[in-house]
């Protein structure tokens, strides 16, 4: 096993424990966790998008003219490495022009409409189209985009300052890269929050049949002429993010604002919240078939140590602290199966693991603190009657289908409980640390 920058120090090591950040293609720090998730390939996401095992994508039979899909997980299971390095892998002159939109970077996941993210994957199809790989558009597929702006928002009584100051130094005021600052100006309005935001919101919902239409046409027009540029064979849009709406949020967006989505007649990924699949709701009826990033499983459905897939989570751990900054291999162990499996509080339990440790390494006791810490921060999203509910869940993994109610659905929302390929529920390990679980499961024995 290979190791690197072996000859580190504990804070340097702790500099390299950013959970909320994604690694980009080809970071070092990457590892290939697939073997460890069970049963899954990325080949059968491939496949939807007519890419076959060999990384070419077939004309025949054609992609549809318009799909969408789910890439859905658990917060921190590693979607948004994995959808980085799947927009990658497709962004290819054989197989497709990926667009990457990533609403934490881009717009407020905090207040998120449809219509930020629809004017947002307009703005970065603009953007990259004119600034990225210079393609021109002809100007009479741009025309109905610019009347959009001119007829709907540059009249609009609370936008026409708005429309002033995106206007104000621009030589031009048609063309690619006018549309591009354009929709780069209304985005950037949305995402700070200023007085506009409601009002661009206003005037997209109240208008989104024309918007739609001219977008669709700026769409077919874009994927003709990156063909003809040996680009790519059709546009892709991968969004990421927005599986950090909430219990509230994600519905709306998902569900019952999916006729908006919809009409863009194109192909998406989109992310979305794992709760969201256990709620009575409608959502594969306007989604594909959700493709699942499945947690790593360290231990099986019986609570018994999976060995194989414990050294794939080692080997994560290890990349970031190397093996000489702990007391020994078993404490790197004992943080993995407290993990849960789970990437991001692996790395968690790490960088609390280091402000515990004394002088230059991480010993039992520093890890026995984090686990207490980060178990205790679980605690309060736990009410008293859910412990009774996990007790039952850990004795019956297999039939969650019992438990899915909206407090369940909150619990996986939360990660107080983990799914794990093939469907199984399980507690969070840490969970099980808490006295009230232990409690709740004396009272069962």
């Not at 959808?83 to 002159?93: G, N, T, V």
């Not at 929050?193 to 769409?219: H, K, M, P, W």
């Not at 968690?348 to 693991?353: D, G, K, S």
């Not at 390929?421 to 024995?445: M, Q, R």
């Amino acid at each position: 096993m290979v190791h690197l920058n072996q000859d580190i120090s504990i804070w340097e090591a702790k500099s390299q424990l950013a959970f909320n950040e994604p690694l980009k293609p080809g970071d070092p720090l990457y590892v290939k966790t697939d073997s460890a998730r069970g049963d899954f390939s990325l080949k059968r996401l491939y496949r939807e998008l007519n890419v076959d095992n060999q990384g070419m994508a077939h004309s025949k039979p054609a992609a549809p003219r318009k799909q969408y899909t789910l890439f859905t997980g658990h917060r921190g299971c590693g979607k948004s490495t994995e959808l980085l390095r799947i927009a990658d892998y497709l962004h290819s002159p054989d197989r497709y022009y990926v667009i990457h939109l990533d609403c934490l970077e881009k717009l407020d996941i905090n207040n998120l409409k449809y219509s930020d993210v629809l004017l947002a994957l307009a703005a970065a199809l603009l953007e990259q189209l004119e600034k990225e790989d210079g393609i021109v558009i002809d100007q009479v597929f741009l025309t109905r985009l610019e009347n959009w702006f001119k007829e709907r928002v540059e009249v609009h009584t609370a936008l026409q300052d708005f429309a002033a100051e995106v206007k104000a130094g621009a030589k031009i005021q048609t063309g690619l890269p006018w549309l591009g600052k354009l929709f780069g100006e209304l985005t950037n309005k949305i995402n700070i929050g200023s007085t506009y935001r409601e009002e661009l919101r206003l005037v997209v919902r109240n208008n989104f049949t024309e918007f739609a239409d001219a977008f669709n046409q700026l769409i077919l027009a874009g994927e003709e002429k990156i063909r003809a540029a040996g680009k790519g064979q059709r546009i892709l849009f991968t969004v990421d993010g927005t599986d950090r709406l909430d219990q509230e949020d994600a519905p709306k967006f998902f569900v019952e604002d999916v006729h908006q989505l919809t009409q863009i007649n194109g192909l998406f990924i989109y992310c979305a919240p794992i709760h969201l699949l256990h709620q009575d709701n409608c959502i594969t009826a306007s989604f594909n078939q959700p493709f699942r990033l499945p947690m790593l499983k360290v231990r099986d459905r019986d609570g018994e140590d999976i060995p194989e897939n414990i050294a794939v989570m080692r080997e994560l751990a290890l990349r970031r602290v190397p093996e000489q900054l702990f007391d020994e291999i078993d404490t790197v162990d004992y943080l993995v199966r407290f993990s849960g499996g789970h990437p991001r509080d692996l790395l968690r339990l790490l960088n609390v693991a280091i402000n515990y440790a004394d002088e230059e390494r991480i010993d039992r006791s520093a890890a026995e603190k984090a686990v207490k810490q980060v178990a205790n921060e679980y605690r309060r999203f736990i009410n008293t009657e859910d412990y009774s509910r996990l007790v039952q869940i850990d004795m019956h993994p297999d039939a969650p289908d019992d438990f899915t109610d909206e407090q369940s659905s909150l619990m996986l929302y939360n990660l107080i409980l983990l799914e794990y390929n093939d469907y199984f529920w399980k507690s969070h390990p840490l969970i099980t640390t808490l006295p009230g679980y232990k409690k709740a499961k004396y009272a069962t024995e």
